[in-house]
């Protein structure tokens, strides 16, 4: 089962091509991607991630730095899910690589890729943060997007269709991934709907903050982006 897991590794051309970059990294940047990744405050929010990282020197011009990071984590997320070793991981994405002719990959390169990943991917940081996502996509549906589309709709009544009144209707639109497919979710709600909603949230934020403060006592840090 496990070979299987690793034959059916597939990787998109974009992402082929940010492994290849790291082959391309200076000795120097590549250093410091490591000690800063050592250092990094762990979060999933990958845009504070990546501005943590920039503010190292040598990966300030970096153009390919988030991609870079993401593939590790990909990398990290699949091992991880699939229960596989992430050697193997990394053996069946350079072979992916050679077989897809996307790009080209020496064979020279492709062991400075294989050494490059092998030490990067034993980052406790990137371990950490695969893990953290792949928690957050074990669920049936994950979360991607929400909106409330407000309508004031008239009643009308008898066949001159007066106006007899009018209704307040909101329907909530909730964008959510399952299996990999996007689907959207419509639910109507009235203004009673939305008081309650609006406390279900509240009541969550602050739960949000009291597993913080757990969590500060217990000394794990938090991975999840702060509520704002």
């Known amino acids: 089962m496990t070979n299987m897991r690793i034959q059916l590794l597939e990787i998109p051309g974009e992402e082929q091509g940010m492994l290849a970059s790291l082959v391309r990294l200076s000795d120097q940047s590549l250093g410091e991607l490591e000690s800063a990744l050592k250092e990094v405050k762990l979060t999933l929010d990958k845009e504070i991630l990546i501005s943590q990282l920039r503010e190292s020197p040598g990966l300030a011009h970096v153009s ?92 009308c009544l008898g066949k001159g269709a007066k106006i007899g009144g009018t209704v307040i209707v909101h329907q909530l639109a909730i964008r959510a991934s399952r299996n990999g497919r996007r689907e959207v979710t419509y639910i109507a709600l009235d203004s009673t709907d939305l008081t309650e909603f609006n406390e279900v949230i509240v009541r969550a934020m602050k739960k949000d903050k009291a597993l913080r403060e757990l969590a500060v006592c217990s000394n794990a840090p938090v991975l999840s982006p702060p509520v704002e």
Do not use: M, W
């Open 64 to 155: 390919d730095l988030d991609g870079i990071v993401a593939s590790l984590v990909n990398i990290a997320g699949t091992a991880y899910s699939s229960g596989v070793d992430t050697g193997d991981v990394i053996e069946a994405a350079i072979q992916t690589i050679k077989n897809d002719d996307v790009l080209e990959l020496s064979d020279e390169d492709a062991e400075t890729l294989k050494v490059r990943l092998s030490s990067l991917e034993k980052l406790e940081a990137i371990e950490l943060i695969a893990k953290a996502s792949e928690l957050l996509k074990s669920n049936e549906r994950t979360f991607h997007s929400v909106r409330i589309v407000s309508d004031l709709r008239p009643i």
